[in-house]
């Protein structure tokens, strides 16, 4: 595995760190992503790994909507919620997401699971 990234953006957290997503391999054959600074890296993607060829969409996704919203201490808890928001299909991936974040979960209330509710 390549260990020197191809493409590399910076943003900033909430709480002011700087926010550093690297990509490493080629177009159309993306190995790893990361998440993190300089120094420390918050989360990884491995795209080639996956079951979901939406890894690095969804990463991509994460880090532009949602990671610079959140304190770096929550990063890989963030990430792990948009993947659970991104598979579910009863509410937005926006909505899902910080319902996740928040510790919630779906039930379903209906029958045949056509009514649900966050508790």
């Known amino acids: 595995m390549n ?10 957290t ?3 760190q700087t926010l550093i997503l690297e990509v490493f ?3 159309g054959a993306v190995s790893k992503m990361t998440l993190g600074n300089r ?10 790994n996956s079951d979901s060829p939406d890894q690095v969409n969804w990463f991509f996704d994460y ?22 928001a991104q598979k579910q299909r ?7 997401f910080w319902n996740y974040f928040e510790g919630k979960r779906i039930k379903m209330a209906g029958r045949k699971g056509a009514v649900f509710k966050w508790v």
């Open 3 to 12: 260990n020197v990234s191809s493409e590399m953006f910076t943003s900033q």
């Open 14 to 16: 909430a709480c002011g």
């Open 25 to 27: 391999g080629e177009v």
């Open 39 to 48: 120094f420390f890296i918050a989360v990884k993607c491995y795209p080639l």
């Open 63 to 84: 880090y532009k909507n949602y990671a610079w919203l959140l304190d770096w201490h929550d990063l890989k808890k963030g990430w792990l919620c948009y993947q659970k």
């Open 90 to 96: 009863c509410d937005s991936v926006s909505s899902a």
